[in-house]
């Protein structure tokens, strides 16, 4: 993957069936099989749609117009949402993603960010980890779906962002 293609910039609204989709395949990749069954019978593709559309202020991606490879959402202090396509994995693409979000979300003055994670999905909290997050526990998170909200018991992961204003 070029440089200029690692480019971080905001997602576009004729992009969000494309991204719905790309979350919708990078759902059931990293959470079919660790989760309960009852909230993956609420993960259909419409309900990401729904999500993207009401997060778009906050949505960036990397990869060409329209066709985006990855993206990432971040919502009050929270790191909301990264997914990047398989083909993308290993690219940097993530990496791309996850500064650009720390940096947005520092320059909105937060401290410190939160993200949850689902337990069990062990290549995520690589990633985080990687990143300089920090496991703090496990938390009862509160997972919007498209019947409200679904109780879940995720990793809490937090990282003090030194570069706040």
Not at 124 to 140: H, I, N, P, Q, S
Request: aromatic share 10%.
């Amino acid at each position: 993957m070029s440089t200029e293609r690692m480019h971080v910039r905001n997602a576009e609204e004729r992009e969000i069936d494309h991204l719905a989709r790309l979350w919708y395949e990078g759902w059931q990749d990293a959470h079919a099989q660790i989760l309960p069954a009852e909230l993956r019978r609420l993960r259909a593709l419409d309900g990401f749609r729904q999500r993207l559309q009401a997060a778009l202020p906050n949505t960036r991606v990397v990869g060409p117009r329209g066709a985006p490879y990855g993206f990432c959402i971040t919502k009050g202090d929270e790191f909301y949402q990264i997914y990047v396509s398989a083909h993308a994995r290993g690219s940097g693409a993530a990496g791309a993603l996850m500064a650009d979000a720390e940096a947005r979300l520092a320059k909105s003055g937060v401290e410190t960010a939160w993200l949850a994670c689902a337990i069990g999905n062990h290549r995520a909290a690589r990633f985080y980890e990687k990143c300089g997050w920090r496991r703090v526990g496990v938390a009862t998170y509160q997972a919007e779906t498209s019947t409200g909200t679904f109780p879940l018991e995720v990793w809490r992961y937090e990282k003090r962002l030194a570069f706040a204003i």
